[in-house]
């Protein structure tokens, strides 16, 4: 069935970058929307990035700022986000999502289907 498992994650200082992945198997990141959430502790589940039809990617402006790019390799079957110019504020549990369809569902958590387990990243300042 339908698995997804991040990695990538890790400490970093804040300013580097990181790439997470996130591995896909049951089915092929191409034929579904894709996406980034996060959650640090205390908190929601957050939006911070998906791609539908036709590559179309939507972030959320106000944590993501230009600094994020979400995209996907059919080739691997992997999803990716890659993050630069790391800050503290960044510092969360980044889960890899997969929606109903192509079309991205929407922002919120309860709209996607299908969860990974989670890759913990942390920014030091």
């Known amino acids: 069935q339908v698995q997804l498992v991040e990695s990538g994650g890790g400490l970093v200082q804040a300013g580097d970058s990181l790439r997470l992945s996130c591995i896909a198997s049951?089915?092929?990141?191409?034929?579904?929307?894709m996406g980034w959430f996060r959650q640090a502790p205390g908190k929601g589940r957050e939006f911070v990035a998906a791609?539908?039809?036709?590559?179309?990617?939507?972030y959320d402006e106000d944590s993501v700022k230009g600094r994020f790019t979400i995209s996907r390799d059919s080739a691997k079957n992997t999803v990716y986000l890659q993050m630069n110019s790391l800050k503290p504020e960044d510092t969360a549990d980044y889960y890899c999502?997969?929606?109903?369809?192509?079309?991205?569902?929407?922002?919120?958590?309860?709209?996607?289907?299908?969860w990974g387990q989670g890759t913990q990243v942390t920014v030091s300042s």
């Open positions: 999502a997969a929606g109903p369809n192509r079309l991205v569902p929407g922002r919120r958590a309860s709209d996607w289907d299908k």
């Open positions: 791609i539908g039809y036709n590559d179309r990617s939507t």
């Open positions: 049951g089915f092929t990141v191409d034929t579904l929307a």
